[in-house]
């Protein structure tokens, strides 16, 4: 069992593994499941993250009408070759975006580690796959490394927008994806533990502020902004540029900037854009709730 990111980094560097192997041991002796069991399991959500991918991308309109479509619009903006960012990066953004309206369009994705924050993993993952051209396995590896660094998260500071913001959800998203993406391309366990530290030190503070109480904005548009923090910093990492705060103290720094956020600003739509006029305009709209005197 490891604890936090360092020991996990050792047990990877002491076993001469990938990460992702050190946590398929984990989840062997936690659950008493075969390898393959295990495996299999993993397989499953990595099918659900296809699916949604491929239902975004094809488009969907959420139930609200507040968001839908954008992904459809990024894959366009891609083809027409006249974009600014790289086509990878986009893509990631577009397949992040397209997982995210599915969410908010009632359709079944795999939390990672939310459903708020459930855009970024797969969005990175299948956005690589165009480039990198990795087995079945090694996409299933992509998402064990990614949950390792999750279960670190997890258990030493929080993965809950009502309990550390959106830090606590879209940035460890970002975090974790980062890492994994590092392991996808080469990258050792120390160079993932890096692009954890970059990804998320670069997302404190975010706040959880979504209008109408409803996962659709800002949220979509910040599994985008997540995706492509996790592929820049990813690069960032295989480069060799380090974090000079080490990943473990930057999940610490997260919990404890959580615990003094107000709970205005953690997933209650009292604050941030949720408080803004266009905000609870959209908020009664949605819900027929006339506004008070003042908004």
Avoid: W
């Avoid at 990938?18 to 936690?30: G, L, N």
């Avoid at 975090?175 to 533990?193: D, F, K, R, W, Y």
């Amino acid at each position: 069992m490891f604890r936090n990111v360092a020991e996990l980094v050792e047990l990877a560097e002491t076993r001469g593994c990938k990460i992702s192997e050190v946590m398929i041991q984990q989840e062997m002796t936690v659950t008493r499941k075969t390898r393959e069991e295990v495996i299999a399991f993993m397989d499953a959500n990595l099918k659900v993250m296809e699916q949604a991918v491929e239902r975004g991308l094809a488009g969907v309109k959420s139930h609200s009408g507040l968001t839908g479509g954008d992904a459809v619009l990024l894959q366009k903006y891609i083809q027409k070759g006249k974009f600014l960012s790289g086509e990878t990066i986009l893509d990631a953004v577009s397949k992040a975006v397209a997982t995210n309206e599915v969410n908010a369009a009632m359709g079944t994705i795999c939390a990672t580690p939310t459903a708020g924050s459930a855009g970024v993993v797969p969005g990175t993952l299948f956005a690589v796959r165009e480039k990198l051209n990795p087995t079945r396995e090694e996409m299933i590896e992509f998402l064990f490394t990614s949950g390792a660094f999750g279960f670190v998260v997890a258990n030493n500071a929080s993965i809950s927008g009502a309990a550390g913001g959106c830090q606590a959800e879209v940035g460890s998203a970002s975090g974790m994806a980062a890492a994994a993406i590092v392991e996808l391309a080469g990258g050792t366990p120390s160079q993932a533990a890096e692009a954890m530290a970059i990804t998320l030190k670069n997302m404190l503070g975010l706040v959880c502020d979504p209008v109408a109480g409803l996962v659709e904005v800002p949220c979509v548009k910040r599994n985008a902004m997540g995706a492509a923090n996790a592929m820049v910093a990813a690069d960032m990492a295989l480069a060799g540029i380090t974090s000079r705060i080490p990943c473990d103290e930057v999940i610490d720094a997260m919990y404890k900037i959580g615990l003094t956020m107000p709970t205005a600003l953690k997933e209650t739509a009292e604050g941030g854009l949720a408080a803004t006029p266009t905000g609870r305009e959209l908020e009664a709209k949605i819900f027929g709730i006339p506004l008070s005197k003042g908004e």
